[in-house]
């Protein structure tokens, strides 16, 4: 039996990444604020490498620092970075329960940090505050949801339940 494959779910997962990262949030929640667009990215490369790889991210940071604002260039490097290293790892990582997944992705997310951290010292930009550290941990905290909900769409079994 074969499943059938929802495309319009990849394109429209990140849209709606990008349109999360523009999202107001209160001051107190801003450093909590996750990295949606490399959540919903690495949920592409584990599960559809075929379509998600370095020149996907590449494109896909350059559209996330068009809409942000930002350096550019920056969130292409980071998610190149950041698919390079799920690619390296995705058999493994596959077969990990959730929870485990969930630690993997908050290394990542803590990895993108540090990658960026290191972006603003070449820059000569001024210190980041202690907070921005804290974003890792909602990207772990989310990753099992993240995950199932993709899951359930690009298999189409939200709609069998």
Known sequence: MTRTRQ????????????LLGLLPLPTLLQPLRPYW??????????????RAGLGFAFAIGLLGDLVYGGLFGEQALRLVVMTFILQRFRARLRFFPLWQQALWVGGLMLNDRIVT???????????????????????LLLWPLIFLLLDALRLGTWRRR
């Not at 490399?38 to 075929?50: C, F, K, R, S, T």
């Not at 951290?117 to 990207?139: M, Q, R, Y």
């Open 37 to 50: 667009l490399a959540l919903v990215l690495a949920y592409w490369v584990i599960e559809d490498p075929d």
């Open 7 to 18: 495309h319009w779910v990849l394109p429209v997962s990140l849209i709606a990444a990008l």
């Open 117 to 139: 951290a290191a972006i603003h010292v070449a820059l000569g930009e001024p210190t980041l505050p202690a907070t921005f550290w804290l974003a890792p941990l909602s990207g």
